[in-house]
């Protein structure tokens, strides 16, 4: 395909578009089919026509039918009387309509997604498929049966991505004509006839829209747009990036759509950290944070163009540079983007990801440490088994209670009355007190003498990363031994030295779902 033709496509598709923008503008202004600012996720100042993907899907047809029909060898180009590409157009018009339906008067979430599901069947059925994908050079795996699900989530999950970052003046059309240029240049090197011209055609078709949509905008794609180009992106983005060998060449559509998946990627595991539903639409996509902080909208568009277009360049240099060079580029490029993740999600402010990743970081310090005190409470669980008195017991629970990073540890007797634990008066006001039960066998709260039964409490220090999760294991492990001396101290027959001695009672093992009504943590200041 000429440098000639190329333009031409462009030229005409922009200026198709541009062209059937006022009159859409005019009909839905008569029609009232516009988007009323809302001042949480709408922040444009007065109702806008949504009727924009009208004029590039007008655009996009009128630039191919010409060039099919006007200039020689584009016909072969666009191949149009290939059954892949009616099902291309079927797809796209089933899009269309469904979409249309959506700004006019709406349509269900069922209902759309029923269409878009339909609409990758249909390509699929006709041959479009992701088979085998390499996201490194000379390594392939082939997906199988896993080929069908595979293609289906990715052609509807693009379509609903480019749906969802449609929020600011400009944007779904500008990430989208960055993509575009990446898909034209890797079906131009892996030599492809048919893409680069489909692709050129959707991207003069956006430029053409564009002009009326940069801020303040004049018209918004609307559903009957973002569904569509959507849709058209993911299939020219594994096309352009398909060898004739059937290969996928992975890294470039993921790189190229990158700003698409990695918002819709933040919003869903936002929801699921939250507990919200996934589909419930929110104001806290990537642009809505940017005007938060402080951005103007033009300012926050510029900076999602900007990354948006270094990733997609560096998707093509990974994938296609000389395999000497693949390695540093590789590295020096995932290096970048995990810096800028990590910034940006602090920048941001998705406070979600922050509690995420600190809860993991403090459980992996943790976890070693729980491990250490469960066996050392084992440990003294050993020891317990060779004394005959409670104060015996408490002399080798107080002893190790710094082992445990406790602040003091002690086997009390409850005031039966009260129900109060006294803590001793060496302890400091900056502590909290777990009072976990020595049950007795037959689960009585006082033993056969009328005396109060013992209660093993834990005082732990006040800390900014909260109580350790494992003071109340500890007490767990210990209070079935102690158990046990209560009942040896009271004259109870118990054998040990593990010759005959029964195995405790239910009760002495007090299960989870009762652990609320036996034990209470409450912060204690000295004495009382």
């Known amino acids: 395909m000429s440098v000639f033709v190329s333009i031409l496509t462009l030229i005409v598709a922009a200026l198709a578009a541009a062209l059937t ?9 008569h029609r009232k089919l516009l988007d009323y600012p809302d001042g949480d996720r709408h922040h444009h100042a007065e109702p806008v026509p949504r009727l924009g993907g009208v004029a590039v899907f007008a655009g996009v047809t009128v630039a191919l039918l010409l060039a099919s029909l006007l200039i020689p060898g584009a016909l072969e180009a666009t191949s149009w009387l290939s059954p892949m590409n009616r099902a291309l157009v079927a797809a796209s018009a089933i899009l269309f309509l469904i979409g249309l339906l959506d700004d006019l008067q709406g349509v269900t979430p069922a209902l759309k997604l029923f269409g878009q599901t339909a609409a990758a069947a249909l390509v699929i059925a006709f041959g479009f498929r992701i088979n085998v994908i390499s996201f490194v050079p000379g390594f392939e795996f082939s997906l199988g049966i896993l080929a069908v699900p595979v293609t289906i989530l990715w052609l509807v999950g ?7 970052v449609d929020g600011l003046d400009g944007l779904a059309g500008g990430v989208s004509v960055i993509a575009l240029f990446a898909i034209i240049a890797s079906a131009a090197v892996l030599g492809s006839t048919e893409v680069p011209l489909q692709a050129i055609a959707l991207a003069g078709a956006l430029l053409g829209f564009l002009y009326h949509n940069r801020p303040p905008a004049r018209v918004f794609l609307g559903d009957s747009g973002s569904l569509v180009v959507g849709f058209l992106l993911a299939f020219l983005a594994v096309k352009g990036a398909t060898t004739s060998g059937g290969v996928l060449y992975g890294l470039v559509p993921i790189f190229a759509l990158s700003y698409l998946l990695l918002d819709t990627g933040i919003a869903i595991l936002r929801r699921w950290l939250r507990g919200a539903p996934l589909s419930r639409a929110d104001g806290r996509h ?4 940017l005007l938060a902080l402080g951005l103007s909208p033009r300012r926050a568009v510029e900076v999602i163009y900007l990354k948006a277009l270094f990733i997609a360049l560096l998707g093509l240099c990974v994938t296609f540079v000389p395999p000497q060079m693949t390695v540093a580029i590789t590295a020096v490029g995932a290096t970048a983007l995990l810096i800028i993740f990590m910034y940006g999600i602090r920048w941001l402010e ?29 440990d003294v669980t050993r020891l317990l088994r060779s004394v005959a008195t409670l104060d015996e017991a408490n002399d080798i629970v107080r002893s190790h209670a710094s082992a445990f990073r406790f602040v003091h540890m002690e086997i009390l007797h409850e005031d039966a009355a009260a129900r109060t634990v006294r803590a001793p008066d060496h302890i400091g006001s900056a502590t909290w007190l777990l009072e976990f039960p ?53 004259g109870g027959e118990v054998a040990f030295e593990g010759r005959s001695r029964p195995r405790p009672s239910a009760a002495v093992y007090p299960k989870r779902r009762a652990s609320a009504e036996h034990k209470r943590i409450s912060d204690v200041a000295p004495n009382g």
């Not at 990743?357 to 250490?372: H, Y």
């Open 350 to 378: 998705y406070h979600e990801f922050l509690e995420a990743g600190a809860s993991v970081a403090s459980g992996m310090r943790k976890a070693r440490g729980a491990i250490q005190d469960r066996i050392l409470a084992r």
């Open 158 to 164: 693009v379509s609903n991505a480019l749906n969802l």
């Open 286 to 289: 990537i642009h809505h944070q």
């Open 438 to 490: 020595i049950l007795a066998p037959d689960a009585s709260d006082v033993t056969h003498d009328g005396q109060a039964q013992p209660v093993l409490a834990i005082w732990c220090a006040v800390s900014p990363n909260g109580r350790p999760a494992n003071a109340e294991r500890v007490a767990q492990i210990l209070a079935p031994e102690i158990a046990l001396v209560a009942r040896r101290s009271s």
């Open 21 to 29: 923008v006022p009159t859409l503008r005019s009909l839905a202004i």
